[in-house]
């Protein structure tokens, strides 16, 4: 019994590592400043670096618009494609 619960618990703090990460950049590489980087779970998120060393802030596309990271701007949905996100040069 002890052992599902140790399985459980290790399940749902690796889940939440993975929620908390999504992509978000650390922002401690000089030539991450002022770039954007794609949220891997939301399609109208993405990731902005404003300053070195702090994380990058969440930052919402327009009312029906998606983040395309291959364009690096948030273009409609009609015209949005998923594609396999990449992770930034430094994670958060």
């Known amino acids: 019994m002890r052992f599902v619960f140790c399985l459980a618990l290790l399940a749902a703090v690796t889940l939440v590592k993975v929620a908390a ?4 950049s650390a922002c ?3 030539t991450e400043i002022g770039q ?13 670096c404003e300053t070195l060393g702090e994380a990058a802030v ?3 596309c327009p009312s029906g ?5 291959l364009l690096k ?4 949905w009609a015209n949005w494609q ?3 996100p990449e992770n930034p ?3 958060a």
């Open 21 to 24: 990460d999504a992509g978000r």
């Open 28 to 30: 401690e590489d000089p």
């Open 36 to 48: 954007t980087y794609t949220h891997h779970f939301d399609p109208a998120k993405y990731w902005y």
């Open 58 to 60: 969440e930052k919402d």
């Open 65 to 69: 618009m998606a983040y395309m990271h």
């Open 73 to 76: 701007e948030c273009i409609p």
């Open 82 to 84: 998923w594609k396999q």
């Open 89 to 91: 040069p430094t994670l």
